[in-house]
């Protein structure tokens, strides 16, 4: 299967590049790129050195399959032509994860370019929305902060062991800040500081909002802060929930009960794992995991849940190629099976 990647000059583009060559189903045959155009892909990123093909301004050659790695808004006009024509494709961006306009157009500052794309596509988390990822023509990758909030919430919401009232304390490495020059990621203002961010409202809270409030059947009472850490990749979230009442009362062991619950939600899941200790990012560097740690504070009847992965991975190009694999009936881990870096 032939794929392109529009756009592979941003950190995902260029990670989906990554994880293509070696995927034994698919060969990459075009990659376009605004700044890049007219060099070769080695020259913007010499990692890729093995991967001998030019940046053009638009896909030139024929293609199957295509992932967009563009921003927000110019990613679904660029789609629109090649989804019309019959081809799949893997919206890397956040242009069809929000299924409401006008919650898109509040946090995105701009109307939607294609609602009827909208309409027609689903939400890219293979371990919620398989089904509707196996009939689509365009999937909706999730955002890297969403996938490990809600992995991490899911399993407790739907046996409705939690109230709605959520925490997310989350932290990323800072290449979720994309290859934007700005002061922000700075290397002398990220070293050695640790600072939160979108505190009045991050982009990615309504992701997750919507998707917990699905899971729940009722508008869950979400606070979500993100925080910039200096390390290139990796995602931590940490999520707090009250335990039900009911939950209480039917569960003598509640902290074996959750486990059981979290172990049993995702044992045919190939890349969400539930474990017996406290994650770490590094368990996830470099691979297509989500790690999930779900416990009990007794003292509170509290849940509390870690969930790790790495960002441009599991948070995005290897999410996309997961999304791709089940769309054109590939077997799910197929290009996917690296372990994690460590140290």
């Known amino acids: 299967?032939?794929?392109?990647?529009?756009?592979?000059?941003?950190?995902?583009?260029?990670?989906?590049?990554?994880?293509?060559?070696?995927?034994?189903?698919?060969?990459?045959?075009?990659?376009?790129?605004?700044?890049?155009?007219?060099?070769?892909?080695?020259?913007?990123?010499?990692?890729?050195?093995?991967?001998?093909?030019?940046?053009?301004?638009?896909?030139?050659?024929?293609?199957?399959?295509?992932?967009?790695?563009?921003?927000?808004?110019?990613?679904?006009?660029?789609?629109?032509t090649i989804v019309d024509s019959g081809?799949?494709?893997?919206?890397?961006?956040?242009?069809?994860?929000?299924?409401?306009?006008?919650?898109?157009?509040?946090?995105?500052?701009?109307?939607?370019?294609?609602?009827?794309?909208?309409?027609?596509?689903?939400?890219?988390?293979?371990?919620l929305h398989k089904e509707e990822i196996k009939n689509t023509s365009l999937v909706a990758n999730p955002g890297c902060y969403p996938t490990a909030s809600i992995l991490a919430l899911a399993p407790a919401l739907k046996h409705q062991a939690i109230t709605t009232d959520i925490i997310i304390d989350a932290k990323s490495g800072v290449s979720g800040a994309g290859r934007t020059l700005s002061l922000k990621t700075h290397f002398s203002e990220v070293n050695e500081n640790l600072s939160a961010y979108g505190v009045d409202g991050h982009r990615h809270m309504p992701e997750i909002a919507q998707e917990l409030d699905n899971i729940s059947d009722q508008a869950c009472n979400l606070t979500f802060i993100p925080h910039l850490i200096p390390m290139t990749r990796g995602i931590l979230a940490t999520c707090y929930a009250p335990l039900s009442s009911d939950f209480i009362a039917n569960n003598a062991d509640p902290k074996l009960k959750i486990t059981e619950i979290y172990k049993s939600f995702y044992e045919n899941e190939k890349f969400t794992h539930v474990v017996d200790q406290p994650p770490m990012t590094k368990h996830t560097l470099g691979n297509n995991d989500c790690i999930i740690y779900p416990t009990v504070d007794l003292r509170t009847n509290r849940l509390i849940v870690i969930s790790c992965l790495d960002n441009l991975v599991k948070g995005a190009a290897g999410q996309a190629i997961h999304n791709m694999n089940i769309m054109s009936g590939i077997p799910e881990t197929t290009g996917l099976t690296q372990l994690s870096l460590y140290p």
């Open 1 to 80: 299967m032939k794929i392109g990647i529009i756009n592979v000059t941003g950190y995902a583009g260029a990670e989906v590049a990554r994880i293509a060559y070696d995927h034994p189903e698919i060969e990459l045959v075009s990659v376009t790129g605004r700044s890049g155009a007219g060099k070769k892909l080695s020259e913007v990123f010499p990692h890729l050195f093995k991967i001998n093909l030019e940046i053009t301004p638009e896909i030139e050659t024929e293609v199957d399959f295509v992932f967009s790695g563009l921003p927000h808004a110019a990613s679904a006009e660029a789609l629109t």
């Open 87 to 127: 081809i799949k494709a893997v919206d890397i961006s956040a242009d069809f994860r929000l299924k409401d306009l006008q919650t898109y157009k509040e946090w995105y500052q701009v109307d939607h370019p294609t609602p009827d794309l909208l309409k027609t596509s689903a939400y890219g988390l293979p371990e």
